[in-house]
């Protein structure tokens, strides 16, 4: 049995499984609350651009992240109060 984390589209087809991709940690970030920045993707690092944040103080923070061709962008979000988080991402 495979261990690790499968996501799926709304029609409950499969999306990704972590256990069929080999994943690679570009950076970690420390955001603070209501910051903005970005981050480029260098070229040799091929395939899908993933991230994930991870609130410092336990709440739930969602910033405005996104992706364009090879840059993550981040910045406040008018729906959550921005709190502290570490952003970390990669390929796979």
Do not use: C, E
């Amino acid at each position: 049995m495979s261990v690790g984390v499968k996501v799926f589209n709304a029609d409950g087809s499969l999306q990704f499984d972590s256990a069929a991709h080999l994943s690679r940690v570009l950076g970690i970030v420390a955001v603070p609350a209501g910051a903005t920045g970005s981050a480029t993707i260098p070229a040799d690092a091929t395939g899908t651009i993933w991230w994930v944040l991870l609130p410092t103080d336990g709440s739930w923070y969602m910033p405005g992240v996104s992706v364009s061709g090879r840059t993550l962008s981040w910045g406040p979000s008018t729906l959550y109060t921005p709190t502290d988080a570490t952003l970390i991402y990669g390929v796979y």
